[in-house]
């Protein structure tokens, strides 16, 4: 996949008001609107060209884009920082002239599934705010304790000269334990403020996992890759064992080898129902960096001929 420069399609500056990315659009819409132009990628432009424009038009999606923007270049091969949205708040509301399904993989990888319902609205003069959209990242081990996290939350809005300018607030959010990764917070009344005396919408916080020096995450289950010493494998022992909840003690059975998965049911994310954790056994070399320690392994060479490539037939 591909990074869009969505500024070079349409022809303006990163900095662009925001009626001359209007007018850009229109220019260029009417000149490869595929009923009338007679370019032979009329099409394929045109859909660019909406594309392009869905997002900029956005104050929102347009600040978020451009600052994720200033590390890439059309063309490079791109996939999305986990983190690229991080500390933008969204709203709700779908596309006002268009379907997300229309638009490129890259359009689906940065603003896909958030974007696609419709605003709510009640009837009469009071009119529900829309619900606005945020990720909070946060540890594996809050989602095992529960947590309460301070999260710096940063929309647009239009400023008197035609620009985006960037408003910020700051809240307060409990994280409730065996939240997992995907899972969406309410924070009710926190989105956008309604209409005629309506009541405000709600925000939706989509969490998302740190990176961990040594846990991995799938859903709810948690992976952990465990060292042991040879004699450990070969002849079976109880070994201190990480969770992000505490050590426990697991049993390694006689002849166990590298790579084996072990699991500890109901270790993982404390969810209902709760996840697993597993343990992929390493077999962990001590160093051969003293006499004795060379001593011991040709020592070992003679007591215990062994020929690990015996099932390569060599």
Do not use: C
Request: aromatic fraction near 10%.
């Amino acid at each position: 996949m591909e990074f869009k420069d969505y500024y070079k399609t349409l022809g303006v500056a990163r900095d662009a008001t925001q009626d001359e990315i209007q007018r850009a659009y229109r220019k260029l819409a009417r000149k490869y609107h595929p009923d009338v132009s007679k370019e032979a990628d009329a099409e394929a432009r045109f859909k660019d060209l909406g594309e392009a424009y869905e997002v900029l038009k956005d104050p929102e999606k347009r600040a978020a884009y451009t600052r994720l923007g200033a590390n890439w270049k059309a063309g490079q091969d791109f996939r999305p920082p986990p983190d690229w949205d991080q500390g933008f708040e969204f709203h709700g509301g779908g596309f006002t002239a268009a379907d997300a399904s229309q638009f490129s993989d890259f359009f689906e990888s940065l603003f896909g599934e958030r974007f696609r319902g419709a605003s709510r609205g009640r009837g009469g003069f009071q009119v529900r705010g829309q619900d606005t959209y945020a990720t909070v990242a946060i540890d594996l081990e809050d989602a095992y304790r529960g947590a309460t996290r301070s999260l710096n939350l940063q929309h647009s809005e239009l400023g008197p000269d035609g620009r985006p300018r960037p408003r910020e607030r700051v809240l307060n959010v409990r994280i409730p334990k065996g939240v997992y990764e995907g899972q969406h917070i309410r924070l009710a009344r926190q989105g956008s403020p309604g209409a005629g005396g309506g009541e405000a919408g709600d925000l939706y916080l989509e969490v998302r996992f740190r990176p961990h020096p040594i846990y991995k995450v799938e859903g709810k289950d948690v992976y952990l890759d465990l060292p042991v010493a040879p004699w450990e494998a070969a002849l079976g022992t109880t070994v201190k064992t990480p969770t992000p909840a505490g050590t426990v003690e697991l049993k390694v059975p006689p002849g166990t080898p590298a790579g084996r998965t072990m699991r500890l049911r109901q270790r993982g994310i404390p969810a209902k129902p709760p996840g697993d954790l597993y343990a992929t056994i390493q077999i962990a070399l001590p160093p051969a960096d003293t006499e004795s320690a060379k001593a011991a392994y040709q020592a070992l060479a003679k007591a215990q001929p062994f020929n690990p490539r015996k099932r390569l037939g060599v």
